[in-house]
């Protein structure tokens, strides 16, 4: 048996952390637009008694007149709205409204792919993503800018092969698809089972991932999108088996530049620049409760200038170190009055506060006279919010130091004021102002 290339590669996506798996959850689902674009088949432009149109950004043609033009037969059935094309090597169907298809041989072994858009009648013509068809029929597919051009043209090295088992690094690999008769390497629209369980369906040059294709590996994990040299590059999408998704840029296997990620346990989301698979650089972080953040970032981490804007109207603008207002910065409340001075892990340090009509109301370094703490009872396994009030009211709390007398009972999260209950049992908290002023509360954990 031949040995034929295959090339696997696995990839180091970086990113720590549904099927957004399309952009139309950003784009709207059912627009339609005139594309201009034309089409032109082995040197000849094709002309459509329906031009092309953009669906959820794909071009969709009339499915008839490019597989014609391939020199491929078309039969339609009324009953089930399927359309099949065929030759004397390769077999296409698709269906109406249904996103999947299958291309395959004349003893009934079959590749079932995804489309991106699902084929659809419009004007009494049947409309299906241009380069699925080009590629299922074996042909090359060449987008144009400049003119708006999709070039296809027929590849009489290519033939639809039987599926057979490779060998690539002494572990099998079953191919189905498109095979060049001069090299003997898998060219063109195929299928790669690997022996570990991942699965390649997509575009293979030379025996290696090229063009458009989704990788699904053994995880669960799923990458659809462009491929060069084997690795992601350009625009895809990546679904991870908890449901997050990231929509967006990759450069060598890696996510890289402007993306969405989408997080599906809690429908946050984040739009901007990735780097090394974290958030890197300027973008947009949407909480599901229409809290969001502008600015900087590093390292997945809020950090540099940026500005946060709560849903209850309040707002803040200025400097972020690791996740926690640090550095310069201005506070606005939902009354118009704010805040503007330096801020230390998110609270007020020194500053002065305004007015909602800009006239001084109080410098923020004033002496803190009591703390007030209620008792608590917690629950073993909760996290609790720490509830006390200061005096003045408007003294600055962020300022004030927490501890626990018994961190095996409660640990404390100074920063942001959370009780963590880790067994049964009582702990003090105390909390201690700038001026020495303390006060403290007994805490009981139970079940």
């Known amino acids: 048996m031949k040995i034929v290339r295959i090339i696997n590669y696995k990839f180091i996506f970086t990113l720590i952390i549904m099927m957004l798996i399309m952009s139309q959850i950003f784009l709207g689902q059912n627009v339609y637009a005139t594309t201009g674009v034309?089409?032109?088949?082995?040197?000849e432009k094709v002309i459509f008694t329906q031009e092309p149109i953009i669906k959820d950004g794909r071009t969709l043609v009339p499915l008839r007149a490019i597989f014609e033009a391939l020199g491929m037969n078309v039969d339609w059935d009324q009953e089930t709205k399927g359309i099949i094309a065929y030759n004397e090597s390769v077999i296409i169907k698709l269906q109406i409204g249904n996103k999947f298809a299958t291309v395959g041989n004349r003893n009934s072994e079959v590749i079932t792919?995804?489309?991106?858009?699902?084929?659809?009648?419009?004007?009494?013509?049947?409309l299906v993503p241009v380069r699925f068809i080009s590629e299922a029929s074996g042909a090359d597919v060449i987008w144009e800018q400049s003119t708006k051009t999709v070039y296809i043209k027929s590849n009489s090295d290519r033939y639809f092969c039987d599926m057979y088992d490779a060998i690539e690094n002494d572990a099998t690999v079953t191919y189905m698809g498109y095979r060049s008769h001069q090299s003997g390497f898998q060219d063109g629209f195929g299928l790669g089972i690997f022996s570990n369980g991942d699965i390649y369906t997509g575009n293979f040059s030379n025996g290696i991932f090229k063009g458009q294709g989704s990788y699904v590996f053994s995880d669960e994990t799923v990458y659809s999108g462009n491929w060069v040299d084997g690795r992601p590059e350009g625009l895809g999408t990546l679904v991870y088996p908890n449901g997050d998704v990231y929509i967006g840029n990759f450069v060598k296997g890696i996510i890289e530049g402007q993306g969405t990620y989408y997080y599906s346990t809690t429908d946050n989301y984040y739009v901007g620049e990735m780097r090394d698979g974290l958030k890197n650089g300027e973008g947009t972080f949407t909480w599901n409760d229409g809290t969001k953040y502008i600015g900087n970032w590093i390292n997945d981490q809020r950090s540099g200038f940026g500005e946060l804007y709560l849903i209850n109207g309040e707002n803040y603008s200025g400097q972020w170190i690791d996740e926690t207002m640090n550095g310069y910065g201005r506070y606005t409340f939902d009354d118009g009055s704010y805040y503007e001075g330096n801020f230390e892990n998110g609270y007020f340090v020194s500053g002065t506060k305004y007015d909602n009509i800009g006239t001084i109301t109080n410098q923020t370094d004033v002496e803190i006279e009591s703390i007030t703490v209620n008792n608590l009872v917690l629950k073993k396994g909760y996290v609790h919010t720490l509830q006390f009030s200061v005096y003045p009211?408007?003294?600055?709390?962020?300022?004030i130091s927490i501890t626990s007398s018994n961190p095996s009972v409660v640990l404390v999260w100074d920063n942001i004021r959370t009780l963590q209950p880790l067994n049964t049992g009582t702990a003090i908290i105390t909390l201690k102002a700038p001026n020495g002023v303390t006060s403290s509360c007994i805490v009981e954990v139970i079940e």
């Open 38 to 43: 034309s089409v032109n088949v082995n040197g």
């Open 113 to 126: 792919t995804a489309l991106d858009v699902v084929p659809q009648i419009f004007n009494n013509s049947t």
């Open 393 to 399: 009211i408007d003294a600055d709390k962020g300022r």
